[in-house]
């Protein structure tokens, strides 16, 4: 969708919300509503990556490793496949941090990794990025929580958290579904970082295995 239609409806949205919180509860929905689909309709449901859907995460830098950022992309894919878990699904995406940003061209590549086997897990995706800084190689992993859009608009209240209804609805079976997905993408993105890591003489056994998170995955 061209981001000059994006714009209308943020703004529109922006002045309605603003206009209603004065005058009209109807038109504070209204104002919500058109934001939401701002945000749905012009940059996809994968489009933002919000710091507040973010309930994990884990990252390296890898010195002297710049330009390879596409391999060890493409080598954590293949090794996910490896894995035969036939309910992982990955696209590779550019998303921005946020709404404005994003209308104004900032972005960045990253590679979506979702568990489709159920409706409960659909909302939780790992953000997946490799990218030259100077003249190492930063790697990193977040998982999300992203819902539906309904829940996304509502989460535009500043009284309402995404991150405290992550695990709301997940039974034990769910959960440990959840652990074992995100487990097969750190440890395949883990096995490519350590052949870079080898190709530039480094030791592999110093980096820090364990994510950042509800998770703590090692």
């Known amino acids: 969708m061209p981001k000059s239609i994006i714009?209308?409806?943020?703004?529109?949205?922006?002045?309605f919300f603003l206009i209603g919180t004065v005058f009209s509860k109807f038109l504070l929905?209204?104002?919500l509503i058109s934001i939401g689909a701002g945000l749905y309709l012009g940059l996809g449901p994968n489009?933002?990556?919000?710091?507040?859907?973010?309930?994990?995460?884990?990252?390296?830098?890898?010195?002297?490793a710049q330009g390879q950022s596409n391999e060890i992309v493409q080598d954590t894919e293949a090794l996910i496949k490896d894995s035969q878990v036939p309910s992982l699904s990955m696209q590779r995406k550019s998303?921005?941090?946020?709404?404005?940003?994003?209308?104004?061209?900032?972005?960045?590549?990253?590679?979506?990794?979702?568990?489709?086997?159920?409706?409960?897990?659909?909302p939780y995706k790992v953000f997946l990025n490799a990218r030259d800084y100077g003249n190492n190689l930063d790697v990193?992993?977040?998982?999300?929580?992203?819902?539906?859009?309904?829940?996304?608009?509502?989460?535009?209240l500043p009284f309402v958290s995404l991150a405290t209804e992550a695990m709301k609805?997940?039974?034990?079976?769910?959960?440990?579904?959840?652990?074992?997905?995100v487990t097969?993408?750190?440890?395949?993105?883990?096995?490519?970082?350590?052949?870079?890591?080898?190709?530039?003489?480094?030791?592999?056994?110093?980096?820090?295995?364990?994510?950042?998170?509800?998770?703590?995955?090692?």
């Open 140 to 156: 990193s992993w977040y998982l999300t929580y992203r819902p539906p859009i309904w829940q996304s608009v509502g989460a535009l």
């Open 47 to 64: 489009g933002i990556l919000r710091k507040e859907q973010v309930i994990d995460t884990w990252a390296v830098m890898i010195g002297n």
């Open 95 to 122: 998303v921005s941090p946020g709404i404005v940003r994003g209308l104004f061209g900032v972005e960045r590549e990253f590679l979506i990794i979702t568990d489709t086997s159920r409706a409960k897990l659909r």
């Open 184 to 218: 097969v993408a750190h440890h395949s993105l883990i096995s490519s970082v350590e052949k870079i890591m080898r190709s530039q003489n480094q030791d592999p056994s110093k980096i820090e295995r364990r994510s950042r998170g509800f998770l703590g995955i090692s």
């Open 29 to 31: 929905f209204i104002g």
């Open 7 to 15: 714009a209308v409806l943020v703004i529109l949205g922006v002045l």
């Open 169 to 181: 609805d997940l039974d034990i079976f769910d959960q440990q579904d959840l652990r074992a997905y």
